[in-house]
């Protein structure tokens, strides 16, 4: 989640240069197309073969919004704990997501620091116990903080052994999905396919279906990557926030959401979403007037209608007025406590369980 989107940007001549060392990697690996997305009238969009209301999730994050120039530490654990805490308290957690929400998946975040290094074997006590609890698990590549929060992947060399490492361990289990790069907003949107197919072309045992493509900027559109002919068979995945607007109409809210997924539900999942949750509003009673209010409704009933599966942002963070969830508890034994029942029972409408609202 960005609540500041950044706009820094490479030259055109040093972007070009950034963008054909990455897709050149380190492995050798040619992308298996030429690059380049344009499609004559679209007729590149795989037709929707099911649709993806299988996902209905949440994000963990760590407390700094997962942009870290060291290990992301998940809300509630610490780089101290042994893979066994790890798993133990992570087991806790990921029950409670399902007990308290009916979750039935976990987006997480990864980067080089935590998976090139020594917390890996314990971060992974993280994604074995979301697995074995039946949770689909995907995992999203954060970029660093500071100068490198710039929407580019960071480093080539440590970005590929990273994805090497993670899908040599989890390209068998088939809870785990993987999503090369949140928000890759530093490139053009063809530049993006390009990265994005680079990436299939790398791992070509990993199933196409376990494969979330970013949508490009922000995540903001999925039109771009759906467009592209070497994306075919992957999952979209979209971002949606209102705070990107100071004002609209549940209507507006609507039409702003259904322009970025074009004709691609069938392959989309919002697996960002959120709205402020410690501060009181209620989202199961119409208000016009509340900007937040006609989002939630608005972009619930719209994921209810297409389709589409939706993983809130975030389901667990620290200080975090967004969080769904609070932890409670023994810190050794954590459990969960929801923040807005409202905006549970949104989540739960968006899911194809609940009510919903009433005029």
């Known amino acids: 989640m960005r609540t500041t989107p950044a706009r820094t940007r490479l030259s055109p001549r040093l972007r070009a240069a950034f963008v054909a060392l990455l897709i050149a990697g380190t492995s050798g690996t040619a992308v298996a197309a030429t690059s380049g997305t344009a499609v004559a009238g ?6 929707p073969s099911k649709d993806t209301t299988q996902f209905k999730g949440v994000n963990w994050a760590d407390p700094r919004d997962n942009f870290a120039d060291d290990p992301v530490v998940l809300s509630g654990l610490s780089t101290s704990d042994s893979y066994a805490r790890t798993y133990a308290k992570a087991s806790r957690i990921i029950s409670a997501f399902r007990a308290n929400l009916g979750a039935n998946t976990v987006r997480l975040p990864i980067n080089p620091y935590t998976v090139n290094g020594s917390y890996w074997k314990s971060y992974r006590g993280v994604i074995d ?15 660093g903080t500071g100068a490198r929060k710039d929407g580019f992947i960071d480093d080539p060399a440590t970005f590929w052994p990273m994805w090497n490492t993670v899908v040599k361990t989890y390209k068998n289990d088939k809870q785990v999905y993987f999503e090369p790069m949140n928000e890759p907003h530093g490139y053009t949107d063809t530049e993006w396919a390009d990265i994005a197919a680079k990436w299939l072309a790398t791992y070509p045992t990993v199933p196409r279906d376990r494969v979330f493509v970013s949508g490009a900027g922000y995540n903001d559109h999925v039109t771009s990557v759906c467009a592209d002919p070497r994306l075919k068979g992957t999952y979209l995945s979209l971002h949606h926030y209102g705070f990107w607007k100071d004002y609209a109409t549940y209507d507006q809210w609507v039409s702003d959401l259904k322009e970025r997924i074009g004709d691609c539900a069938g392959r989309t999942v919002a697996d960002e979403f959120g709205a402020p949750m410690t501060t009181g509003l209620d989202y199961n009673n119409p208000d016009a007037s509340n900007n937040y209010v006609n989002y939630v409704q608005a972009v619930t009933d719209t994921f209810r209608r297409l389709k589409m599966g939706s993983v809130y942002w975030p389901g667990l963070r620290t200080d975090d007025t967004y969080s769904l969830q609070t932890l409670t508890g023994d810190p050794a034994r954590p ?8 905006g549970a029972d949104r989540l739960a409408w968006a899911w194809g369980r609940g009510k919903p609202v009433q005029p």
């Open 42 to 47: 679209g007729s590149a969009h795989a037709a």
């Open 335 to 342: 459990w969960l406590a929801t923040t807005n029942q409202s």
């Open 129 to 143: 116990a979301a697995s074995d609890k039946g949770f689909k698990v995907i995992v999203s590549y954060w970029e």
